[in-house]
């Protein structure tokens, strides 16, 4: 399959969300058609991106004439107008776009959008919230959720695992939690295998189920 990682992105409603997210993806070098309604945010993007355009998206006729059909790739960054978001979405499926992001402001939202045809909702600030949760939380550095009830989670190792070579630990069985990487104080991330002895001092990456991760970081 071909790698449509860097192909042209429309995005749709320059809000906070959608501009910082233009903005970022025009500076990793991706083209980006962005485009709103209100003519004065389309101006004050106008000088920092490539192709900027003023039009309402619920208008079949404006998206094809700015050229909607030929992206693969659509972000739909409307939050509070739901009427706008929802309609919006259904007429870049009717455009066939294949591949269709939206983002949602509650889950009912993204059930929604779903519903229509989106093929990826984004919940931006029920997520951040969640991530925030975890950071707050004590131990934990850093959290990020790869899949729905899957994580990636950066912590000091509890006092338990130090010292014991990981294959000897019984840490998988135990919490059903792997450690994928390791840091030694002043030393960079390296690969953790089943030889990897922890230490004090050491910041370790480990994944699991997001139960079994949470479990596994409040031990002391
Ligand atoms: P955020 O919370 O990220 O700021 P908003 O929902 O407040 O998101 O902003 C959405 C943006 O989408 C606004 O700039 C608004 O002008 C734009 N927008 C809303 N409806 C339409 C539409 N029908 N066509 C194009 N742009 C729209």
């Not at 659509?74 to 870049?92: K, M, N, R, Y």
């Not at 070579?165 to 089943?194: I, M």
């Amino acid at each position: 399959m071909a790698d449509r990682r860097n192909d042209p992105v429309v995005v749709i409603g320059l809000g906070r969300f959608g501009s910082s997210l233009a903005l970022e993806l025009a500076h990793r070098g991706t083209e980006v058609l962005a485009i709103d309604s209100r003519p004065k945010i389309v101006q004050s993007m106008a000088g920092r991106l490539t192709h900027v355009a003023t039009a309402d998206s619920t208008d079949l006729e404006a998206l094809r004439q700015l050229g909607v059909p030929d992206f693969y790739r659509a972000v739909v960054a409307i939050g509070t107008d739901l009427e706008a978001s929802i309609l919006t979405t259904s007429l870049l499926v009717e455009l066939e776009v294949d591949d269709i992001w939206a983002k949602a402001v509650s889950r009912e939202h993204g059930r929604i959008l779903q519903r229509v045809g989106a093929h990826h909702v984004i919940l931006p600030e029920h997520d951040m919230g969640e991530r925030v949760a975890h950071l707050l939380n004590g131990r934990i550095f850093d959290y990020m959720e790869v899949d729905q009830n899957y994580a990636l989670v950066k912590i000091r190792p509890p006092r338990e695992y130090i010292g014991v070579p990981l294959g000897e630990s019984n840490l998988r069985r135990k919490y059903g939690v792997t450690v994928v990487c390791v840091k030694g104080q002043d030393e960079e991330f390296t690969y953790a295998g089943a030889e990897t002895v922890l230490a004090y001092g050491d910041v370790i990456v480990i994944a699991g189920k997001v139960d079994q991760v949470e479990r596994f970081a409040e031990l002391p």
